[in-house]
């Protein structure tokens, strides 16, 4: 036998080896060869517009449906697993037939559902879904209770709102473990730019990889309270401060569900600070409150807008009753190089601080406002005149 002929039965059986180690050739251990679906997950949509999804999300749920918006599967997932970038839920031919297209709705929150249950103050409570069930079924509402003020329904304030993610959209991605990047931009006249997609085919032997974007539902707002003639006379105890905002349903889409129940969000903390500056400026005093709610929906109808309302307990009078949609909005001018609309920033932000200055010995007006952020350093001045 010649060179050649040896050469040539050694390539013909190291091909033959690989066929055999292949994943067409495989019974047992396929490990290797990738099939099914793997879906990961990322929350870029903020005004960092960095993915934070491992940094904050600390317990998700995702449900599949098929074509026929039933579902077929889902998965429940809280841990270390989820502080892994890239981490992604597989899903294998035997739990998702190959030939059909699915649909992936996703829900977050900071822990585990059934922890968060065990909190004090209000939850979010969501559908139970079965096999079988109707994607539109699938509701989140937040726990409310009597108020003193009816027919307004008030949210406990005993401790901070969990945090809620919902789907924002569906994503094709490359890979088990790269997120794809959310392109979605949404236009003042509602219109949407996404790079999003309705369903994901998984086709037999072939892998297909999803990436699901999130938006935050959940906000936190911080107010300062100060005084421009007598900064001295500030105290927290001295005022009432509360949100009204009828927003405590979501639908399996994140949209609010109407009718529903018109909701008051109370200060989860409230303190007074003080600081002497001496000479001729003196003692100022500043009243703080933090409060947390739900998704906030702008409109160009002021009366279907969320009210922030400040009253000053001795008298009952209203000091500032404002439309909090559009005051809050305005920090969108800060970040005029992606020209968000009004809803599109709401979505996107989420730590919000509003500085209110009130004039006159009677407590009666509020002079103006500053809606501040303050990872850029940024504030806009707003005349009580504007509101």
Not at 211 to 230: F, G, Y
Not at 355 to 374: A, R
Request: glycine share 6%; proline share 3%.
């Amino acid at each position: 036998m010649n060179v050649r002929d040896i050469i040539q039965k050694s390539i013909v059986a190291m091909t033959a080896t690989i066929a055999m180690s292949s994943c067409s050739m495989m019974t047992e251990d396929r490990d290797d060869c990738p099939e099914g679906l793997y879906v990961n997950f990322v929350y870029d949509y903020n005004t960092q517009r960095a993915d934070m999804f491992k940094d904050h999300v600390g317990g998700l749920t995702l449900y599949v449906y098929d074509e026929s918006d039933r579902l077929v599967a889902q998965r429940t997932v809280s841990g270390s697993e989820l502080r892994q970038y890239g981490y992604n839920i597989h899903f294998t031919e035997q739990e998702l037939a190959p030939g059909h297209q699915y649909r992936l709705t996703l829900v977050a929150m900071q822990k585990d559902w059934n922890e968060a249950l065990q909190t004090k103050g209000a939850k979010y409570v969501k559908t139970d879904m079965g096999a079988g069930s109707d994607r539109k079924s699938l509701a989140i509402s937040l726990q409310r209770e009597a108020s003193s003020q009816p027919p307004y329904r008030l949210v406990s304030n005993e401790a901070p709102l969990d945090t809620l993610w919902h789907t924002l959209t569906t994503l094709q991605a490359t890979s088990a473990t790269q997120p794809a990047s959310t392109q979605y931009h949404l236009a003042a006249d509602g219109q949407v730019q996404s790079n999003g997609v309705e369903t994901v085919t998984l086709n037999s032997g072939e892998p297909a990889y999803a990436t699901v974007s999130l938006i935050r539902d959940t906000k936190h707002l911080n107010i300062s309270l100060r005084e421009i003639d007598h900064p001295e006379r500030v105290n927290h105890e001295d005022y009432e401060v509360f949100i009204i905002d009828a927003n405590g349903d979501l639908d399996y889409q994140n949209n609010l569900i109407q009718p529903t129940d018109s909701l008051i969000y109370l200060p989860y903390a409230a303190w007074t600070t003080n600081y002497d500056g001496g000479g001729t400026i003196g003692e100022q005093r500043s009243a703080h409150y933090d409060l947390m709610f739900n998704r906030l929906m702008y409109s160009t109808t002021p009366q279907k807008n969320a009210v922030l309302c400040i009253r000053k307990k001795s008298t009952g009078q209203d000091i500032a009753v404002l439309n909090l949609a559009e005051v809050l909005s305005e920090g969108r001018t800060a970040f005029e190089i992606y020209n968000y609309s009004a809803q599109e920033y709401l979505d996107r932000e989420y730590d919000y601080r509003l500085e209110l200055f009130l004039k006159g010995e009677q407590w009666q007006k509020l002079s103006y406002l500053y809606v501040c952020i303050d990872v850029l350093s940024w504030a806009k001045r707003i005349q009580f005149e504007e509101l």
